[in-house]
C-alpha cells in the first residue's frame, strides 16, 4: 500500500514517541560533540552525554560519563535500558583494534607525566556488547603489520615495546622487547636488547620464529631493539588512533545517514519533536547546506511490501531547489530492550537526489548511498 503525505501524522507520532537516549525518566542526554567540557590536569569533567556512529549499517550509542576519582580506569556497564555506558576520563576513540570490520572503544588514562593506562574494549556483533579486556601500560598504541598490537611505555632512560594479540574478543600479552634491558656482555659498558615473555622468561630468534610465527625474526627484533632509528628509514608499527575519514560519528537524534559514492561527503536527516534537519557536508567537517523544516512542510513517500520491505522517499524543498533522500529497506533482526542498537530493518540502498525547477528534470545531483556505512532509522520509525 502506497502512502503519501497522509503518512505525516504517523511518522510525526513515532518521532515523538521513538526511543531517545536517556537514564531512567531523567531528560535525553546531549550528543557529546555538543557538549563543553572542562578539561583538569587528567580528565575531562562535564555532563553525562551519548556518542553515536554508524558501524555496518548499524546506529551505535555508547553513554558517557565522567570519572569520580583521580587516575580512575576506564569502567563499561549495560543499563537496563540496554545503552552501554562508559565512565572514563577522556572521550573513546573509535578504531577496529581486533581487524574484524567493528569499531571498538578506546580510552587513555594518563598515570605519571608519561605513561597510562589503555582500555579497549571490543565488540561482539552476535550478541551487541562491547567486551573488556585487560589494561595496558605504555604512552602510545600501534598495530605492527603482523597484527600485534604494540603498547610502548617509558622504563628509565629506555622503553618497554609489549605485544599483544587481538583475535577471538581477546586481547592476550604475547611478550616484550626492550632495547636497554640488558647489560652488554663481558663487563663491556652499555646496554643491550632484551626480549622476553615476562621476568625470567628470555626469549631466542628462534623462539620468537617458531613460536609467534615470525618468519624474519632477525628484521622483526632489530627494528624493535634499534634504539637509534637511522634516518629515513620507514616505521615499521602503525599508531592505532581514530581515523575521521573512516569513522562516521553522528548527531544521537540522526534518523537517517547516507556516506554518499565518492567518500568524501554525507547526508543526515535528524529529528526533532516536529521538525526534520537536513545537513550535508564533508566527512568530519562542518555542513556546507543545513535545511531545518517543519515537518509539515516535509514531503514524505513511503510505500510497504506486507511488511517485508519499506521504500520511498522523503523531499525537503528550498527555493528552487528539491533534496530527495531515497531509501530501500528490508526486515531484519529486531533489537530487544537488550540489545537496543540492532536494527528492525536493515538498508538495502538509499541515495540523495537535488532537482532544480521539478522532479520532472534531470538531477543536478544524484549519488547512491555506500550501504555498509549508512544508517536507516527512517523506516524502523514508520513500523
Known sequence: MSCF??????????????????VADEAPLADCATVEFEETAN?????????????????????????????????????????PVLTSGQMPALIDVDQDGWLDLVTFTAVGMVNGEFNVFLYDPTVDRFNPTDPMSGHTLERDPLGYIIATSRSG????????????????????VEPYGLAQAGGQFGSRCAVSAGPQSPLSVEDIRTSYQIPDAEAFLAHYCDVEPKSGASARPVKLQEDPATVDRIPGNTVFYCFLEGGTHAVK????????????????????????????????????????SQSGDITITSGAYEYVVSVSASASEAGGASTPNLPKSRLDAGGLAVYKGGKDTAPIFDKDCVVERSYDGLTTSLE
Do not use: K
Not at 6 to 19: G, R, V
Not at 44 to 71: A, H, K, M, Y
Not at 288 to 307: H, I, N
Open 5 to 22: 503525505r497522509s503518512i505525516l501524522a504517523l511518522f510525526a507520532l513515532s518521532l515523538c514517541c521513538a526511543p531517545s537516549i536517556s
Open 43 to 83: 580528565a575531562l569533567q562535564g555532563p553525562d552525554c551519548g556518542v553515536s556512529w554508524v558501524d555496518n549499517n548499524r546506529r551505535q550509542t555508547v553513554i558517557w560519563t565522567q570519572t569520580t576519582e583521580d587516575f580512575q580506569l576506564a569502567s563499561l556497564a549495560q543499563t537496563h535500558e540496554g545503552h
Open 157 to 176: 632512560p629506555g622503553w618497554v615495546h609489549r605485544f599483544y594479540s587481538a583475535t577471538g574478543g581477546v586481547m592476550a600479552y604475547q611478550f616484550e
Open 269 to 308: 536527516l535528524s529529528q526533532g519533536a516536529d521538525r526534520m534537519r537536513y545537513a550535508y557536508g564533508p566527512l568530519g567537517g562542518e555542513a556546507e547546506l543545513e535545511l531545518d523544516r517543519p515537518l509539515d512542510q516535509v514531503y514524505f513517500r513511503f510505500a510497504d511490501s506486507a511488511g517485508q
